[in-house]
């Protein structure tokens, strides 16, 4: 009996299943809308308008620092000039000191001169100065060993450190694997046809992460017991000119030690003359300013109201994240995506494209150190951490659509398993595929701002794009300028995003959800998992 009431319960969860899909293809796609989205963007797109304010002009982002409170300020009031409501900076919480980069030099001075490529670490200690000292070299077993480290206080009292990756002599910079392979790529049909989970991270690699973070900090005030001047170090990488520099927290740390990073071809020469006998010396400067005046963290969110008395409390959300690294001017990581988002909403204003649920930008700050903007964002608007219960205004929210995997056009969307929304983005995704977005896919993504949502049991959303040279090249690098957009790819993206948002925004329903999963956590690191 059991096995046949079993089978039928099976039966009427598929039926009830194929009736969803079925309902879903008749999804109405008002494709005359994104023609005209489409028509708008290609002949009056603002992106490089938006892009230069958001890099050339604001500078370095880092979250708390001027350069992000300039790029939020631009922000604000060109949303407020091109119409839309309650623009503001919304605090979600407090951050911590910030940090801005004001003079930096670095130069070996023997065993004769030559500049050395290399960037200070965000929230670096000062030289108080032009210092010029001998280097001390460490393997990276020595540089995690905090025995031989206090063992060898009087080797390293008033000498730059330089921590050491792989031996140079016999194996050489990391390069040659990928010297002959492509910079910058697409991803193929079959690529996105077998498309994996990415940067999915779980609640025990995020454990991992915060305890590497403690006990690196727990490393640099070793060192600086030592007296050390500084520390240098490298990683693969940060080859061809790029220098990667992304210390996750170190906003947060109790050490004034300053801290560089450098290339790996300067410090495989580095290695190699003091290892052949030849002492190296270096002259290094850093000057960063600090300011705790305001500890609280914000992030840039404005709205275009709904229009239908019924649906106009209900939201839907896009956004990306504002805050960038210091290497750079954050370009493809992520003033691309807040460039899109703001585009998206200009396109269905300057058209006057209503919908009848009110839309919301949301520009985040804190997501580098750790999605902090977002997080903070849904538990003080949607969920109790402390309790995992929701509040009504979650059930009010359609969705959210995040942009954050670099300058490439949109190829597809994740569903972060969501199989009752995947027939319906298909439907949607069909007038685009022409421009090359023809991917579905219920597989997760990881590590950005839609998680904090997706953890919420609200509709979370990250777009698939093109990687170009994200990851190898620009990702956290001192690369990551404007040069390195892809300014038609860019437009493509608002046209998508636009038509999305204005679909969602005007549908009867709201959008389907998955089963809701209380999760009780409190975060304080990178990333986010539950418990």
Do not use: M
């Given at each position: 009996m059991k096995s046949i009431i079993s089978k039928f319960a099976t039966a009427i969860m598929l039926l009830l299943s194929n009736i969803s899909i079925v309902m879903a293809q008749e999804e109405h796609v008002p494709t005359d809308i994104f023609e005209k989205i489409k028509n708008a963007e290609l002949?009056?797109?603002?992106?490089?308008?938006?892009?230069?304010?958001?890099?050339?002009?604001?500078?370095?982002?880092?979250?708390?620092?001027?350069?992000?409170?300039?790029?939020?300020?631009?922000?604000?009031?060109?949303?407020?000039?091109?119409?839309?409501?309650?623009?503001?900076?919304?605090?979600w919480g407090n951050f911590g000191k910030s940090w801005e980069l004001q003079d930096f030099s670095i130069a070996m001075k023997a065993p004769y001169f030559q500049p050395i490529v290399a960037l200070p670490a965000p929230w670096s200690g000062n030289t108080n100065g032009l210092q010029q000292a001998?280097?001390?070299?460490?393997?990276?077993?020595?540089?995690?060993?905090?025995?031989?480290?206090?063992?060898?206080?009087?080797?390293?009292?008033?000498?730059?450190?330089?921590?050491?990756g792989q031996p140079v002599f016999t194996s050489g910079p990391e390069k040659p694997a990928d010297i002959f392979k492509p910079r910058a790529t697409r991803f193929t049909d079959a690529e996105l046809l077998n498309k994996d989970d990415y940067y999915n991270l779980t609640h025990e690699q995020v454990q991992a992460l915060n305890d590497l973070v403690r006990f690196k900090e727990k490393l640099d005030l070793l060192y600086e017991k030592s007296g050390a001047i500084a520390v240098i170090?490298?990683?693969?990488?940060?080859?061809?000119?790029?220098?990667?520099?992304e210390p996750i927290a170190a906003y947060q740390s109790k050490s004034k030690l300053p801290q560089v990073r450098?290339?790996?071809?300067?410090?495989?020469?580095?290695?190699?003359?003091?290892?052949?006998?030849?002492?190296?010396?270096?002259?290094?400067?850093?000057?960063?300013?600090?300011?705790?005046?305001?500890t609280k963290a914000y992030n840039v969110v404005a709205e275009i109201p709904g229009?239908?008395?019924?649906?106009?409390?209900?939201?839907?959300?896009?956004?990306?994240?504002?805050?960038?690294?210091g290497a750079a001017t954050g370009a493809t990581d992520n003033a691309s995506g807040c460039a899109v988002m703001m585009e998206a909403v200009r396109l269905l204003d300057s058209l006057h494209l209503q919908s009848k649920r009110t839309i919301r930008i949301v520009l985040w700050s804190g997501e580098e150190e750790g999605i902090f903007g977002s997080y903070n964002y849904v538990k003080n608007h949607y969920i109790n951490p402390k309790t995992g219960n929701p509040n009504s205004e979650q059930?009010?929210?359609?969705?959210?659509?995040?942009?954050?995997?670099?300058?490439?056009?949109?190829?597809?969307?994740?569903?972060?398993?969501n199989m009752a929304v995947k027939p319906i983005f298909d439907q949607w995704l069909q007038p685009f595929h022409d421009l090359g977005a023809t991917t579905v896919t219920t597989k997760n993504t990881g590590a950005t701002d839609h998680t904090s949502f997706d953890w919420a049991g609200i509709p979370g959303f990250e777009f698939i794009q093109d990687p170009i040279d994200y990851d190898n090249v620009t990702h956290h690098s001192n690369q990551d300028n404007y040069d390195h957009l892809q300014i038609e790819d860019l437009k493509q993206a608002a046209i998508i995003l636009a038509s999305f948002v204005y679909q969602t925004g005007n549908r009867p329903d709201l959008l389907p959800r998955k089963p809701f999963e209380k999760r009780i956590f409190e975060w304080d690191g990178f990333g986010l998992g539950s418990n």
């Open positions: 002949q009056t797109s603002q992106i490089p308008h938006i892009a230069h304010y958001l890099t050339d002009v604001s500078g370095p982002r880092l979250t708390n620092s001027p350069g992000f409170s300039r790029s939020a300020d631009w922000a604000i009031s060109t949303l407020k000039s091109w119409g839309l409501k309650n623009a503001k900076l919304e605090p001998q280097v001390a070299l460490l393997t990276q077993a020595q540089s995690i060993d905090s025995a031989y480290i206090k063992s060898h206080y009087n080797n390293l009292k008033g000498k730059i450190i330089l921590i050491l170090n490298s990683e693969a990488g940060n080859e061809y000119g790029a220098i990667f520099d450098i290339s790996v071809e300067d410090c495989n020469r580095i290695e190699r003359l003091i290892t052949s006998g030849h002492p190296v010396e270096l002259a290094l400067n850093i000057k960063g300013a600090y300011s705790g005046t305001d229009t239908d008395p019924k649906l106009k409390d209900q939201v839907v959300i896009l956004g990306a994240h504002l805050d960038s690294w059930a009010k929210v359609s969705a959210y659509f995040n942009l954050d995997n670099g300058t490439g056009k949109i190829r597809g969307i994740y569903t972060q398993g």
